[in-house]
């Protein structure tokens, strides 16, 4: 016999439907204001979340002395006000974005760092698995792509609130930006690679004890394995990119790859598992330092899980020198 599904406790209901209703009210605030007025209002915001109300106050701190020993605690807290400027802007551009850049206006708010080499690889008849992390708008990366008539499939684990997973889900696939549940969407993630097709991943969250173990920023840092692991038994190039907001300018963004693995003609030193995932685990750590306030240092990244790792023994396992 089957089983009913355990009900949602009505006060979850309601707060997730709550939840909903104010992000529908944000969407439509941004429909009304400039995205200059946006900014105004996310600096606003991150003042109330850095001073008034500090939020992750612990997480931030610790995060960001371990990352950055060299911070005064005046540049630290400056930098705080302005990640959470940067995630509330992050947000209104999302909803923005459908308005303000479509086909016959993306050059001007798109700069492409080497596109002939990004574009060539989506010409390819084989399949590209594209990492990034939670570093500028990566939002936008997906909307441009999609705009472009290039769709992606980005595999993240959806929302925990249903009414916001089905709206948020709905206005990417507007634009040909799909997700799979990487919780649930093995089956769809071979018949994306094996369809050749293109599969996005977030490469910065944290993976679990059983995690392949890097070094990011100076710590060890657990990180999914199935990027390298598809890469391998598919041959698929991965391309390590970002999508970061250009200073002092208003919707304007910069897509730009980073590096590119070929398991077909591999760099020397980088070949296994945990040597392709340290290579772009370097690679987004570099791209971090040049703009951190455009990280997300809220994330519980390094999480240890009560297993003691040593970063010796991660750096004496990397053959490629390392910054």
Known sequence: MFQKQPKKPFLKTALDFAVY?????????????????????????????????????????????????????????????????HL??????????RRMIHKENWCLRIEAGRAQEMVRLFFQHRPLIMVTGHFGNFEMGGYI????????????????????????????????????DKNEGFDDILR?????????FLADQSAGPK??????????????????????QYNAPI????????????MRFRIE????????????????????????????????RRSPEQYWWLHRRWKTYGKKISLDAIRRKIRHKLP
């Open 145 to 180: 792509l999609g705009v472009l008539g290039y769709p992606t499939f980005s595999v993240a684990r959806r929302l925990d609130n249903p009414f916001l997973d089905r709206y948020i889900g709905r206005l990417r696939a507007e634009t040909g930006q799909y997700i799979i």
């Open 21 to 85: 209703t104010a992000a529908r009210l944000a969407a439509a605030v941004v429909g009304i204001f400039s995205i200059e007025r946006c900014h105004d209002i996310a600096a606003a915001l991150a003042w109330i979340f850095t001073d008034v109300v500090p939020v992750r106050r612990k997480t931030l701190r610790e995060n960001l002395g371990a990352s950055f020993p060299g911070l005064t605690p005046r540049e630290e807290k400056e930098l705080i006000r302005r990640m959470w400027t």
């Open 211 to 232: 995690g392949c173990w890097v070094d990011f920023f100076g710590r060890p840092a657990s990180a999914y394995k199935a990027m390298a692991l598809l890469s391998l």
């Open 257 to 288: 790859p980073l590096g590119l693995y070929d398991p077909l003609a591999p760099p020397e030193g980088i070949e296994n598992v945990f040597e392709i995932t340290q290579w772009f685990t370097t690679l987004l750590e570099e791209r971090i």
């Open 239 to 250: 391309l390590v990119c970002d999508v970061s907001r250009i200073p002092d300018t208003s």
């Open 88 to 97: 509330f802007l992050m947000g209104a551009e999302f909803f923005a974005a």
């Open 192 to 200: 994306v690679i094996e369809g050749n097709g293109r599969l996005a």
